[in-house]
Structures are given as C-alpha cells and as structure tokens.
C-alpha cells in the first residue's frame, strides 16, 4: 500500500454513460495528478493540482473532467468516452510539485465500449 | 518535451546477474527519478537523484547522473526473479510534474 487510494479497480463503461474515478490520499501532500497510461504508450500526464487549485492541464479533452475538493481527494468525472480512451488511469500525489517522490494508486482500468 | 527516453526497450538477464537502463532526457532537469511498475500496477519509488549529485545508491540499486550528457542509469546488481517489471525514469523541474519516458521491460529468468 503507497497510501493512495484509487476506486473502482475496474470500469467498463458505455460511450454514453458518465462516470467518475476516485482517489483519496492520507499522506499529507499537497499536489495530486492524474496520469493516463496506455498499452506501448508513455505515462501521459492528464492534469496537476497544486493546494487544491488547478495548475496544469495538458490539453486533455473536455470529456474528462477533474475536480479537487479538498488536499486529499481528486476525482476525474469521466463523460461521452470514446473506445480510445480506454487505459489505465493512475492517481499520484506529493509532498510538492515535482521535488519529491511521487506515490501512485493501483490505478483504475477503463474500457470503453 | 524534457521526457525522458529508456533503452534498452526490453531487457531479459538470468538471475544473479546485473542489469543495466539508461535515460536520456532533453532539458535542465530539477530532479531525475526512477520508478518500478509491476504488470497494470501502479508505479512504486525507487530512487531521486538531485540535478547536483552524481550518484547514489540504495540496497541493490546505483544510480549515476550526467548532466552534461543528459543521461541517467539505472543499474540492479544480482537481480532476482522478483524484479521482473517495467522501470521508468522521471524528470522534472522545478516546480513541475513528473514527465515519464517509455519505460524498459526487465524479464529475469530463474
């Protein structure tokens, strides 16, 4: 266990269905992101948030959509997918922005159908 | 990009022996990091080494940083089955995100 906490484990969802990923940490840090990571692809960072504020967003399209209530939870509401976006999406946090280790979730592994 | 690129892609050693990765990445980086990820897992730590340090180790583990080369290796003595994965560098800057590179398979035979 890294201390972050991704759910569901696994999501199948339809190309019409809304849906969102959880992920929750306890470590105390204050960035969190979302990587997607698909088959024979490099981690691609999706989006950054720094004390709760949004800093980056690597021109992610407009069906995934994150929100950050507080320091220790990140979602990423998930709307109108297309099959290509089926991966594996991995949740990170650390204690700053990039300075320091980064620990990961197990990851949720969407497909879309 | 300041992503980092790995080879070899894949790798495959008998146990005992020591395997060697290593990362290219194109920009000043703040921070150079490894990471291990395990089949559709997620990436577990393994080492940070600073823009002013050269090397360093951790149990099996060496690493050593070129900045004027923009290279990193990574490298495992007497490896086990147990290491059997996919090792991923990482740099950023200050300030920044973690950017991965492609990563290289390590396959380790008993």
């Not at chain 2, 080879?7 to 395997?19: F, H, M, R, T, Y």
Request: charged fraction near 20%.
């Amino acid at each position: 266990e890294t201390g972050v906490t991704q759910t569901p484990r696994h999501l199948v969802m339809g190309m019409t269905n809304k849906k969102s990923l959880k992920c929750e940490q306890h470590l105390g840090h204050n960035a969190m992101y979302w990587y997607k990571q698909s088959a024979k692809k490099p981690l691609e960072l999706m989006f950054v948030y720094n004390f709760k504020e949004q800093t980056e967003n690597n021109s992610v399209p407009s069906r995934f959509s994150p929100e950050c209530p507080n320091s220790s939870h990140l979602f990423l509401h998930l709307h109108t997918l297309q099959p290509e976006d089926s991966a594996l999406y991995l949740c990170a946090s650390s204690a700053g922005a990039g300075n320091t280790e980064a620990f990961f979730g197990q990851g949720t592994r969407l497909t879309v159908v | 990009s300041q992503q980092g690129e790995e080879d070899p892609q894949a790798l495959s050693i008998q146990e005992g022996e020591n395997a060697t990765m290593n990362c290219s990445y194109k920009t000043s980086i703040n921070n150079l990091q490894w990471y291990r990820q395990n089949s559709g897992r997620g990436l577990v730590h393994l080492i940070l080494i600073r823009s002013n340090e050269r090397e360093k180790h951790s149990g099996r583990l060496r690493v050593t940083l070129d900045t004027s080369k923009k290279s990193s290796s990574l490298l495992i003595t007497a490896s086990r089955a147990a290491d059997t994965a996919s090792y991923f560098c990482a740099t950023s800057q200050a300030g920044t995100a973690l950017i991965f590179g492609k990563g290289t398979t390590l396959s380790v035979s008993s």
